[in-house]
């Protein structure tokens, strides 16, 4: 049985913000079964009462002293924008335009 | 007359300081080899030879003005394409961020510099540093150059095949799941992967926050040491960097190479030593415990369960960071924007931008990442891929309390025809078995040349508790001291 349906993936892609093509839809779909049913092999492992890991260093709260150091120019901040206005990133619309009418 | 490009870093750096060449010469030769060879190796995806040749002279009027200069000052070095480097291109192997100059030096760039080393440009890579044979570069593949028709490894194949091709003495890479140590083991050069939060994340473009670790690549593992020693160290900019000093990695080298492993005991996975493995890399790595124990290394056999399910976490876990941090790449800080024609809305544009900008194995992992956090999978696929990682930690401890160091393969193959597996991703996955676990714990490994298979480099992998570099160092150096460094056919 698949793991994931050729629906699923059009679904993980939009949540993922990828405009995929029909095609490589019916290519990633076979491809993310394979890859799932190997990883869900994790699933053999006992380990209810274990902890998870999310990071090998114990360190927690890390803070450094408030002083101001140099920083980015708003210049050189926005050297690589596609697009900028008036020292801002400048976005293509957000809103519908009759809804923000 | 000397060939410069065939020294070691440890040698160029005694020429220069001795006045007998100077830097820029050590340069201009490094410079030539590239444009002799880099059609057929694609190791560069940028060459910077203006800023490299102004480096070079500094560190030449540094000398001439009486400086005390460090011991890598006047060393050509190659860096992956995933560290920022300031007004420098910065692609990370992606068609996304093609163009791109970064407004600021990663951390182990700046240290880099401080240190007088001259950076040559910037390396090949599997884009986003996903992949294990340099192939899903948007740039084009690396060629091996002891079988140019062969992979070089990845995710940094540019990096180690640079080092092979005689293009620089010294390279920077990136290792994630091995993509430092499996290109280094597949090119015939030295690969480490540091400690966790031994070297600085900072510039470094994140793939996979709580694996990515930047570390030194070269021919020799003592030239290894010496880049290592350079560019590890507590980093305010990185709030996982480790508030300790680097191990003295580099008097480990030095001690290793006098070829006596007394009172060291070292442990064979058992789990990476049957089958899975090419019959000509395990016998090349029997081999290399028989070396090791005639320099008086006590050799014992260490079992740790939970290593065969390293892989499945593994591609649980990075897939899952990845999904987070490559949400940056949305079209409006910096790199491609696509199809903003002032009526298609910002998540269109985003869409349309990313489907253009990454390519399939960015894709695939992206969305596995996407699932395996999704409320209905998470418990069962990242929550459990987490817990799994609790006990692979586990494994090492247990083992570290019976012997000093695991050795293992690096690889279970040596390098393989280009375009022999990219399509099925996971026989792709299979090339890091043997690396991954280290990145899970967070301890250093390092892969060092132990011999050739049908006449292909068999890399030794060598893993140490954490924040304890100096003994793989040591027995790196021990091993290449019999096996001598590997030379590939001329190009």
Known sequence: MAAISREE???LARLSRLAVTEEELDTFAGQLDVILQSVAQVGEVAAADIPPTSHSVPLTNVLR????????TPQEALSGAPDAEEQRFRVPRILDEDVAS | MTDLTRLTATEIAGLVASGETSAVEVTRAHLARIAAVDDRVNA???VDTEGALAAAGAVDARRAAGEELGPLAGVPVAVKDVLTTKGVPTTVGSKILEGWRPPYDSTIVQRLRAAGTVMLGKTNMDEFAMGSSTEYSAYGATHNPWDLDRIPGGSGGGSSAALAAYEAPL??????GGSIRQPAAVTGTVGAKPTYGGTSRYGLVAFSSSLDTPGPCARTVLDAALLHAVIGGHDPRDST???APVPDV???AKLGASGDLTGVKLGVVTEFSGDGGEPGVQAAFREAVETLTKMGAEI???SCPHFRYALPAYYLIAPSECSSNLA????VRFGLRVGDDGNRSLEEVMSLTREAGFGPEVKRRIMIGTYALSSGYYDAYYGQAQKVRTLITRDFTSAFEQVDALISPTTPFVAFPIGSRTSDPYQMYLADLYTIPTNLYGGPGISVPCGLSEGLPVGLQIMAPTMADDRMYRVAAALESAVGTLTPPAL
């Open chain 1, 9 to 11: 993936v059009a679904h």
């Open chain 1, 65 to 72: 002293e408030d002083v101001v150091v140099p920083g980015l």
């Open chain 2, 44 to 46: 560069f995806l940028h």
């Open chain 2, 171 to 176: 390279a920077i890479g990136s290792d994630t």
């Open chain 2, 241 to 243: 960097s480790i508030p």
């Open chain 2, 250 to 252: 580099v008097a480990a």
């Open chain 2, 300 to 302: 014992v056999e260490v």
């Open chain 2, 328 to 331: 940056r790449f949305d079209g």
